[in-house]
């Protein structure tokens, strides 16, 4: 047996100086040292053997695992250490090598404006909401007080999908959602893209942004939606920039308005707005003898094309590279 641990000892080390591998090393450990290991079986004869001979083998036994314990372990930590150096190596950077020159793209002129707008309404107390593009007739017109006979939906023709759904016209189904989900107060600035059967030419595209604001509250007045358009379009054009309010018609406020600013000599129409109509406020559950509340939405390409003084809507969508690089 004495000669079996010797043999056991001689052929352990030699195979675990030979691994160059930790999950081979691992293996070599179990398989010598184990419960089941090679060292573990020679030990089960031990009881065939005379009495005095059991200490001797048993002393040479605890030397052999010994000995192939600290060997397991160096070898570790050989392994370990060429692995870290070899990651080294593999990740050094050469700094006197000449970068790859990768140009930063930048913010579209439509995504600036947007950011700037969420910005100025987020600071005045907002809260950002989404909703799905593909919508349903309720939401789109019926909640908002235009029903299928409704001469309104004319101003608003749209693209219309099977089953029924169609591309929202407008933002203002988030608004709806929205109050079906929260009660109020509740003041909500609502982003996204829009679709409408326009014929596209400098001005009008079938498919743009659109930015819309719901405030409801109890005693909102039209002087509040008035001084609130006010701040708004004065931050984005400043200080000075002239305002004035027309009448006008939506289905969804009573009264309604249509906001000029004067730009460069002239009135330019960039935004409509009103008072909340009491049919909306009762779609969604909410008391009109409670609650008023009003509303604003305008097209981020108007804005865009007054702010970078940009002539025809279509260069916003061309990715033309001469025109963005000047953003």
Known sequence: MQEQLKELNQVAVNAIASTDNLDELDKLRVKYLGKKGELSQILRGMGKLAAQERPAVGSQANVVKEEVQQNLEQRKQALQQAKIAAQIEAETLDVTMPGVNRPLG?????????????????????TVATGPQIETDYYNFEALNTPKDHPARDMQDTFYLPGG?????????????????????????????VYRRDT??????????QVEILAI??????????GTIKEFLQRMFGDELPVQFRTSYFPFTEPSAEVDVQWKGK??????????????????????????????????????MVLHQIDDIRRLYNSDLRFLNQF
């Open 106 to 126: 930048r913010v579209h002129p439509l995504n600036g404006v947007v950011d700037r707008v969420l910005d100025i309404f987020v600071g005045l107390g907002y």
């Open 165 to 193: 759904n169609l591309l929202r016209t407008h933002t203002s189904s988030v608004q709806i959602r929205y109050m079906e989900n929260n009660e109020p107060p509740i003041r909500i600035i609502a982003p996204g893209r």
């Open 200 to 209: 596209v030419d400098a001005t009008h595209s079938a498919v743009f942004n």
């Open 217 to 226: 509250d109890q005693g909102l007045k039209f002087t509040d939606l008035k």
């Open 267 to 304: 009135w330019l129409e960039v935004m409509g707005c009103g008072m909340v109509d009491p049919n909306v406020l009762k779609a969604v559950g909410y008391d009109p003898e409670i609650y008023t509340g009003f509303a604003a939405g305008f097209g981020v390409e108007r804005f865009a």
